[in-house]
Each structure stands twice: as structure tokens, then as C-alpha cells.
């Protein structure tokens, strides 16, 4: 990406979009941590991600903040994967998140990115209808499952026991 970009969000807020520093971090983090009711991996992983060669990071910035971040990835010559979509909430419903989107779009386009993924929670509407808007269209359902391990494991008899196998099948 050659420079900042500028651009306008709805009530007159101006913002500028570049590439993220470690500066950013802290500020980030701050806002980011309240994205999800557990939290958020922004701010942990904010810095790895700078020192990666085949991602980048993008922010919008308004009077000197960076209130709006996105992550994207090269997983292969061909295939980008977007993530850390995160506006603060201040500045949310007004055109930054698609900006900072389109800004890591485009530089998954210059580096060969023939096919971007993304994952969004069903929950997020705002979301979903953003990258709608930008060209995505769903392509599945994730199912969230989990399993203890160790001692935490189920057994056969806290789940109605064995199962006995068929003649059928035997």
C-alpha cells in the first residue's frame, strides 16, 4: 500500500488509512478488549503481527487514534484470510470498518490474493451486511464443539455406557 489514504465517515469525522505501527498497540488494545463478552485476541497478538512478512495490518485513524483495525493474511500464493475486523464502538455504523476492509482487500490483491475468506459470528448483522456489500457471499455454517481431555474426558459410563456393535457390523 503507497500511503495513507483519507476518507470521511458519516458525521464529518476524517480519517486516515495506513499501515499499523507498534504505537497503535495500546490504544487498540484498550477498545478491542470490549469487542466480545470474553474478550478480544486483538491486543495479544497486535504486535506478532507486525513482524510478519506475509500479513499486514491496517488502521483508520482519527485525530491522531487508531479507532478502526484489520488484519489480512496470505495462507498461499492465491488465498488471503481477513481477520480482526474491529471498529471502536464511537465510530461504528459510519463507513471506517469498510474502509480499513477494502484497504486490506486490496493489498491481499496486489499480493496475488485470487480468493479472500473470512469468518463472522451468525450473530453479527453489521458485519455480515458489510462484507455482503463488498462482494463476500457465505459459503457455510460453523458448528462450535468441544470435548474435554485428560480426566475431564467422558466416559462410557456417564454416557449411557458402552456401546455394544451389531452382528451387523461385526
Not at 3 to 28: I, K, N, S, W
Not at 70 to 90: D, F
Not at 133 to 145: I, N, Q, S, V
Request: aromatic share 10%.
Amino acid at each position: 500500500h503507497a500511503g495513507p489514504d483519507r476518507g470521511e465517515c458519516r458525521g464529518d469525522r476524517a480519517f486516515t488509512l495506513r499501515l499499523a505501527t507498534p504505537e497503535d498497540h495500546e490504544y487498540v488494545s484498550s477498545w478491542a478488549a470490549a469487542t466480545f463478552s470474553w474478550g478480544d485476541y486483538v491486543g495479544e497478538a497486535f504486535l506478532d503481527w507486525l513482524e510478519q512478512d506475509h500479513s499486514a495490518v491496517f488502521v483508520a485513524e482519527v485525530r491522531g487514534r487508531a479507532v478502526s483495525v484489520g488484519r489480512i493474511e496470505m495462507v498461499s500464493e492465491s488465498e488471503a484470510w481477513s481477520n480482526a475486523m474491529r471498529v471502536h464502538p464511537e465510530f461504528r455504523r459510519g463507513g471506517i470498518g469498510s474502509a480499513v476492509g477494502a484497504a486490506t482487500w486490496d493489498w491481499a490483491r496486489k499480493a496475488g490474493a485470487r480468493v479472500i475468506r473470512l469468518a463472522i459470528e451468525d450473530w453479527n448483522e453489521a458485519a455480515r451486511g458489510q462484507v455482503a456489500k463488498a462482494g463476500f457471499r457465505a459459503m457455510g455454517d460453523w458448528l462450535w464443539t468441544q470435548r474435554g481431555v485428560g480426566d475431564s474426558s467422558p466416559v462410557p459410563e456417564g454416557n449411557g455406557g458402552m456401546r455394544e456393535i451389531g452382528r451387523a457390523h461385526v
